[in-house]
């Protein structure tokens, strides 16, 4: 059964860099199957999809966040992560890290399997 | 402001059958396949329907999701008090040449 953990700072300086991890178990981040995703959710925006890395290596951003965000993996680790740039308050939210089993842009799009999510709070 | 519109609330009673909405455009859900959630309070939000009515083996089919023109529709049969929860709905939209969420319909069993 695949469990995603994010792991990282609870708090982030204005300004600053987010930096998490998703560390995934029970599958390989390297297979032909799935996209690893980020979707944070915060009180005054509900879900907002952050961006995906397919199987290809190649990434693909929220165009509201494209400039400030990087996805990348980390496969001898099983792991990847999410580094957004320039935060203010606006970006405090949960996060999520998610497996998208759409492997290319599809008509057909969902989340199958939710990590549980870690609250950072952006705040000097 | 989400990008598809739901309900902000629901409600129904034990036993009832209730039916949540999702309000797309012909760029979202007019041109493609509707998804749904269910967040329970405190925890992260499950898969509940995707390709517009299809159920994870883990769905009781009490759940089940119907999608007309630039809508879409989640309804729950024979509601129970742990069906109490946020509701989200998705679509992948061209226009934005990504995915989008509904704002959630909290649903209250009565």
């Known amino acids: 059964q695949v469990q995603l953990q994010e792991s990282g700072p609870g708090l982030v300086e204005p300004s600053q860099t987010l930096s998490l991890t998703c560390s995934v178990s029970g599958g390989s981040i390297n297979g032909d199957s799935y996209s690893w995703t980020w979707i944070r959710q915060s009180a005054g925006k509900g879900l907002e999809w952050v961006g995906r890395i397919y199987p290809s290596g190649d990434t693909k951003y929220n165009p509201s966040l494209k400039s400030r965000v990087t996805i990348s993996p980390d496969a001898s680790n099983n792991q990847f992560s999410l580094r957004l740039s320039s935060v203010t308050a606006a970006d405090t939210a949960i996060y999520y890290c998610?497996?998208?089993?759409?492997?290319?842009?599809?008509?057909?799009?969902?989340?199958?399997?939710w990590g549980r999510g870690t609250l950072v709070s952006v705040s000097s | 402001q989400s990008v598809l519109t739901q309900p902000p609330s629901a409600s129904g009673t034990p036993g009832q059958r209730v039916t949540i909405s999702c309000s797309g455009s012909s760029s979202s859900i007019g041109s493609n396949y509707v998804s749904w959630y269910q967040q329970l309070p405190g925890t992260a939000p499950k898969l509940l329907i995707y390709?517009?009515?299809q159920r994870p083996s883990w769905v009781p089919d009490r759940f089940s999701g119907s999608k007309a023109g630039t809508s879409a529709s989640l309804a729950i049969s024979g509601l129970r008090s742990e069906d109490e929860a946020d509701y989200y709905c998705?679509?992948?939209?061209?226009?934005?040449?990504?995915?989008?969420f509904g704002g959630g319909t909290k649903l209250t069993v009565l």
């Open positions: 998705a679509s992948w939209d061209d226009s934005l040449n990504s995915p989008v």
């Open positions: 998610a497996r998208d089993p759409t492997v290319m842009d599809s008509a057909d799009w969902y989340i199958d399997i």
């Open positions: 390709s517009n009515n």
